[in-house]
Structure formats: C-alpha cells, structure tokens
C-alpha cells in the first residue's frame, strides 16, 4: 500500500490515453486501495538503485470475483470524477460497460496493469515484473492468463508479443478496439 502513490504517478504519467487513467488521481487511489484488499489480487514493483519505483504489474488470478469486489467500490469515485466538466466527455464510453461483451471463453487469470517509467525501458524490467507475476501464478497452479491492450498501442501489443503473449481476439471496450491475447505460464 504504501507504493501506491508512486504507482498512481507512473500510470498518469505513462498511460496516456487509458481512459481509466483519465478519471484522476483520486480515482485511481481509490481503485489501486480496492483492488489491493481482494485476496486475488498480485502486484509487483521494480525499483531502481535509489528505492524509486520504476514499474510495477496488477493482476488477479480470479479477474471475475475481484470485478465483483472493485467495482462497487471505486463506483462513488468513478461518479465523482466523470462529474468534473473536463471528464465529461468521458461519459459516452463508460456507458458502454453497459453493453460490452466478456472476452470468450472465460479466463479467471488477467493481467491487468504494467507501467514501467521511460527513462527505465529497454532494462528488462517489464519482463522481470511479467516473469515475478508468473511465479505467482504458477505457485497457484495458474496456467493460462489474459491480458488487454488497446488495439492502437502497437508498442505494447509488440512487448506482450515479444514475451510469448499470443493474440486471441478484438473487442469493443469502453467504445474502443481491445486486443486480447493469453499466454501460458512457463513459457
């Protein structure tokens, strides 16, 4: 808990145009707090030789029950953020969660999030945060998991790619393209 400021600093800074990203800073503690209490939930951060967070990676290994537990939790933050006028236009996609499909089959691993700050890239520390997510997995006897990428963010389809992600399908997501792609765990 106590690197969630630091995380919340690199999605912001890293993740632009995530449109989850867009909801603040407030929203995001608020989610980063939500999502760390559900007993699925495996994070890891990277820090550099002065203790700074460079990266971290989110996931869960039963992504169902933890949606079930996160989202009544941040839906007073989501509310809050989405009333300031300069998120309004995000209003249109987050209705979208009304009618946006679950990916198929159901996969109860997901990667859900991984930042590592620009001045740390090209290090190995997005798959030595991968690699540390795995461990966990396969401790749980984890052997497949997800992850989704927006469609447009050909340098991080290409990262999962690079790591033996393989592409699965496309959906519409918050009203825009999704790629999924799954990876075995130990390969």
């Known amino acids: 808990m106590e690197d969630i400021g630091a995380v ?16 603040g ?9 939500a999502s760390l209490q559900h007993p699925s939930m495996r994070a890891f951060v990277a820090v550099d030789s002065r203790s ?12 169902h029950a933890f949606n079930q537990h996160v989202k009544p939790r941040v839906m007073g933050a989501l509310a ?3 009333a300031a006028p300069a ?8 209705a979208h969660v009304l009618t946006d499909r679950e990916p198929q089959p159901p996969m109860p691993a997901e990667l859900l999030l991984l930042v590592v700050d620009a001045s740390a890239r ?18 749980e006897r984890v052997s497949c998991y997800r992850v989704a ?4 963010l050909t340098v991080a389809r290409a990262f999962y790619l690079a790591t033996g992600f393989q592409p699965e399908q496309e959906l519409s997501v ?10 075995v765990v130990g390969e």
């Open 149 to 152: 990428v927006r469609s447009h």
């Open 80 to 82: 809050r953020a989405l």
């Open 122 to 139: 090209r290090q190995q520390i997005g798959r030595a945060l991968v690699t540390a997510l795995e461990g966990a997995f396969a401790a």
């Open 87 to 94: 998120r309004w236009r995000l209003i249109p996609h987050f």
């Open 174 to 183: 918050l009203g825009a393209p999704m790629t999924y792609l799954t990876k």
């Open 25 to 33: 800073a407030s929203f995001l503690d608020q989610f980063h707090r």
């Open 52 to 63: 700074t967070v460079v990266g971290f990676v989110q996931a869960s290994c039963d992504v």
């Open 8 to 23: 919340i600093r690199l999605q912001i800074a890293f993740l632009q145009g995530s449109l989850v990203t867009e909801l």
